[in-house]
């Protein structure tokens, strides 16, 4: 049990344009959802916290017009990169917190974003 | 706010020994230590977690101990095989009386097992 799903895995998109993922918990309703992001040979900086059916928690440093986030339901947690750039080119993974666990979290698969 | 520092960044072993990854923490608050394997290109997996009730926690290979006097925790694998090559992240999680509680990670151990 406890499987979180990412789509895309990929994604290479223009300067300018913007990039949806998808993070999905398959067996569990999750309503709290993490968003990390991960430069290559480092830790997970945690972005934002996800929690259904409100506004999202952002971490100091990020910019909540940039990275949108939206927890419409509670398996779905969506995270918008809106006029992507080169430095935003990223390993983005998502969590889901067990409803059961104020703590533990399965981590998806992760999309790698190339912004050209 | 919590930070948690892992040792070593590197660690090469040969099949079949044992393998020990140190991390400390620094807030008191904090009560849930999970460990992830993260193999290239793929989200990190959960592989044992420990809370600060307990010592010791064993899963076949993998052994967790915890210190909470000293603030730090370590991870065990004995017998090590070659699949066990990945980066193994760290964590805490600070527990503040809130209904959700963030994971603090440390920095890393690239494990190689030579065969």
């Known amino acids: 049990g406890a499987v979180v799903s990412q789509h895309p895995s990929r994604v290479i998109c223009k300067s300018g344009t913007s990039v949806k993922i998808e993070c999905r918990s398959l067996?569990?309703?999750?309503?709290?959802m993490f968003w990390y992001r991960q430069f290559p040979k480092q830790s997970l900086m945690l972005m934002a916290t996800?929690?259904?059916?409100?506004?999202?928690?952002?971490e100091q440093g990020v910019e909540k017009d940039k990275f949108l986030i939206n927890h419409a339901s509670l398996t779905l947690s969506t995270l918008t990169v809106t006029s992507a750039h080169p430095e935003d080119s990223s390993f983005y993974i998502c969590?889901?917190?067990?409803?059961?666990?104020?703590?533990?979290?399965?981590f998806g698969p992760g999309t790698r974003l190339t912004v050209l | 706010g919590e930070n948690v520092e892992q040792h070593p960044s590197t660690l090469s072993v040969q099949e079949g020994d044992s393998a020990v990854i140190k991390c400390t923490y620094s807030d008191s608050a904090s009560n849930y230590f999970p460990w992830y394997k993260q193999e290239l290109g793929k989200g990190p997996q959960l592989i044992i977690d420990i809370r600060s009730n307990v010592g010791e926690k064993k899963d076949q290979r993998i052994a967790v101990t915890l210190n909470k006097t000293a603030k730090h925790f370590s991870l065990h694998i004995t017998e090590t095989q070659p699949e066990d090559s990945a980066v193994y992240f760290c964590a805490a999680s600070p527990s503040y009386g809130g209904a959700t509680n963030k994971l603090i990670f440390g920095t890393g151990t690239l494990l190689a097992v030579q065969p």
């Open positions: 067996d569990f309703q999750a309503t709290t």
């Open positions: 996800s929690n259904e059916g409100s506004k999202a928690t952002y």
């Open positions: 969590s889901a917190r067990l409803p059961w666990s104020a703590d533990t979290q399965y």
